[in-house]
C-alpha cells in the first residue's frame, strides 16, 4: 500500500521513523513519501519537504510567514493528488497537520492522526476539528482515550512512543563527555527557541564557571551554536542527558524524556511577547511542561519568558544539583509517578498494524 506521512520537527521524525520501520515489517511492498527528516529517510520513506521548512514558532512566526505557509499547504494538496496515498498520516504538530488534515480529507484521503495535539491542554477548540477530518486517532497517554472518546472521536490507546525510545536508548561507552559532573543544556530543537536559549546559557555558564556545562545540540541548526563557548554535543541528546548531574530544558518533549531518564530539572521557555500575551488570554493553563501538565502539579520548576534568566536559572540549579536537596529527592520521586501516568511501550508497532489494518479496511469499503 502506498502511505503519505507529515511531520512537522525533528521529534516527529525520530517517532515517524519509527513507526516507518515498523509498517514496513507489516507491509512490505509498502510505498512511502513523507515531509519529515534525516530519520524517515533512512528508515525507508521518500521525503519530498525537510521538517525544517515547517519550523514556524510564534504569532509573529505565523504572520511573517503567510505567504509561505499558503505555498505549502498547496504544495501539499498537489503531492498527494500525484502520489494517490492509501491513508496520509499526520504525527502531532498538531497546528500544521490539522490544516493539512482538512486538505487530505477534502480530496478524499483516509486521514490517521498519530500523537495527537493536546487539546485537553492547549486548545479544547480543537476536538471539533479533529472529529470533521480525522477517520482514525492514536493517542498515547491512556487519559486521552476517554477525552476524545466522550466527544464522539474513534480514539485508539496505542501506548508511549517516548518509552519505547528510551527503553531502546543504550549509553556509549567509548563516548566519554566529561570527566567532571555536568548540567545539560537542552536550547531545543526548532530555529527561534535556539536564539532565545543560547545567549542566557551563555551568560549562565560565564556567571558559573565552577559548574561545567554541556549543550545537547541538534546538527541542523548547526551554525546557530557557533558563536558561543559552551561545547556542544550533536545528535546525542540521550547521551547527553544520561551522564548529567541536572538539566536545564525547553519546553516540549524533552520534558518528558529528561524525566524518564531520571535527571533533575529546570524547564525554561521564551517566545515573541504578542504571541506569549495571546496565548495567555486564550489559553487556560496552569503549567506549559508535560510533566506538569501529565501530574497536574509544579512537579519540576518552569522559568518563563521573563523568568528564563541568568538569576533565576542560578538560583534552580543551587536547588537541583546537589544529591541531597529536597527538590531533587522530590523530583525525582515524581518522575516514578509520572511513568505510571504516560502508559507502556510498544506504540510505533502497536501504531503500525492499526494504520495498516484501518487503511485496508478503508480501501475495502470504497472499492
Not at 295 to 312: G, H, N, T
Request: glycine share 6%; hydrophobic share 45%; charged share 20%.
Amino acid at each position: 500500500m502506498k502511505y503519505f506521512i507529515l511531520v512537522g520537527e525533528k521529534s516527529g521524525d525520530l517517532h515517524g521513523s519509527n513507526l516507518i520501520k515498523e509498517l514496513i515489517s507489516f507491509d512490505p511492498s509498502a510505498e512511502i513519501q513523507a515531509w519529515g527528516g534525516d530519520e524517515m529517510k533512512q528508515a525507508g520513506a521518500k521525503v519530498l519537504v525537510h521538517h525544517k521548512k515547517l519550523a514556524i514558532m510564534g504569532l509573529l512566526g505565523v504572520l511573517q510567514n503567510l505567504s509561505r505557509l499558503k505555498n505549502l499547504f498547496k504544495l501539499f494538496g498537489e503531492q498527494i493528488e500525484a502520489f494517490q496515498p492509501d491513508t496520509v498520516i499526520f504525527i502531532d504538530y498538531g497546528g500544521f497537520n490539522l490544516k493539512a488534515a482538512r486538505i487530505a480529507k477534502l480530496k478524499g484521503f483516509h486521514t490517521q492522526f498519530y500523537i495527537a495535539p493536546k487539546v485537553w491542554a492547549w486548545n479544547k477548540g480543537r476536538v471539533e476539528t479533529i472529529k470533521k477530518w480525522i477517520d482514525e486517532l492514536y493517542v498515547i497517554f491512556p487519559f486521552e482515550k476517554t477525552i476524545f472518546e466522550s466527544q464522539g472521536i474513534h480514539t485508539q490507546y496505542v501506548g508511549n512512543p517516548l518509552q519505547d525510545a528510551v527503553a531502546a536508548f543504550s549509553p556509549d561507552p567509548s563516548l566519554r563527555i566529561s570527566t567532571q559532573p555536568y548540567v545539560a543544556l537542552l536550547p531545543g530543537s526548532r530555529k527561534q527557541e535556539i536564539q532565545s536559549s543560547m545567549p542566557i546559557f551563555e551568560r549562565l555558564s560565564i556567571e558559573m564557571p565552577e559548574v561545567n556545562f554541556i549543550v545537547a545540540g541538534v546538527s541542523e541548526w548547526k551554525e546557530e551554536y557557533a558563536n558561543y563557548m559552551i561545547p556542544v554535543l550533536f545528535d546525542k541528546t540521550y547521551q547527553v542527558l544520561h551522564g548529567a548531574q541536572a538539566a536545564i530544558v525547553t519546553s516540549g518533549t524533552a520534558t518528558l524524556e529528561t524525566a524518564l531518564l531520571n535527571i533533575p530539572q529546570l524547564v525554561v521557555y521564551k517566545t515573541d511577547w504578542l504571541f506569549y500575551s495571546l496565548a495567555k488570554l486564550l489559553v487556560k493553563i496552569k503549567y506549559i511542561s508535560l510533566v506538569n501538565i501529565i501530574l497536574d502539579r509544579a512537579a519540576v520548576p518552569e522559568l518563563i519568558q521573563q523568568k528564563f534568566s541568568v538569576a533565576y536559572l542560578i538560583k534552580g540549579l543551587h536547588e537541583i544539583m546537589p544529591n541531597d536537596s529536597k527538590v531533587r529527592i522530590q523530583q525525582l520521586k515524581a518522575y516514578q509517578e509520572l511513568k505510571s501516568c504516560i502508559g507502556e511501550s510498544g506504540a510505533s508497532r502497536t501504531t503500525a498494524l492499526k494504520i495498516v489494518e484501518s487503511t485496508q479496511k478503508f480501501k475495502l469499503s470504497n472499492s
